[in-house]
C-alpha cells in the first residue's frame, strides 16, 4: 500500500524537521477539542487533588505518628498535628491554585502553559514509574492509577498537532 492511497494518513515516524515547523499565523483559529479535553483534565486533576487533601485529613495523625517514630519521637503534640495538616493543606491548595490558574490558561490557549501542564504530566508519570520499579509501588484504583491516568491523558491531548496549532495561533 502506497502512501498516496491514503493522503490524510500520518506515517508512523516523522522526521524532526517536519515535527518542528511553525504552524502558521491563524488569530482567528477555533478552540480545537483537544485544548478543550487537556484543560478540562487539568480542571478534573485539580479536583482530585482537592479530594485527596480533604482525604487525607482522616489518616494524617497515623502519618504524622509513623514519621515521629522514624525519627524517635514517641508522642506528638496534637497541635503539631494540626499545625503540620494545616500547612500541607495550604501548600497543597497553592499548588492546586496554580494549576487550576494553568487550565484555564490553557483553555485561552497560552502555549508556555500547555508546556508547562505537558512538562508536569510527564514528571508525575515517570514518578509513579520510579515508584513502581524501584519501591515495587502497585498501581491501584485507590493510589495512583486515577491521577496517572489523567496525566497521561493530559499529556496526549495538549501534545496534539491541533493543541500546537491553537497554542501557536498568533505566532508569525
Known sequence: MKSTD????????EPAERLLQPTGYDPGMKRPPSIVAGALLV?????????WVI???????????????????????????QSTYLLFAVLSGLFLAVEATLALLVFLGVNWARVLVMVFAA????????????????????TTFISLGIDILILLALSS??????ARRRER
Open 55 to 81: 482525604a487525607s485529613s482522616g489518616v494524617w495523625p497515623e502519618w504524622v505518628g509513623e514519621v515521629a517514630a522514624i525519627i524517635g519521637g514517641d508522642d506528638v503534640p496534637d497541635r503539631v498535628e
Open 161 to 166: 498537532r491541533s493543541a500546537a496549532a491553537y
Open 123 to 142: 514528571l508525575t508519570i515517570s514518578a509513579a514509574f520510579v515508584r513502581w520499579w524501584v519501591e515495587d509501588q502497585e498501581i491501584e484504583i485507590t
Open 43 to 51: 480542571v478534573l486533576g485539580v479536583l482530585a487533588g482537592v479530594a
Open 6 to 13: 491514503h493522503p490524510k494518513k500520518r506515517v508512523a515516524f
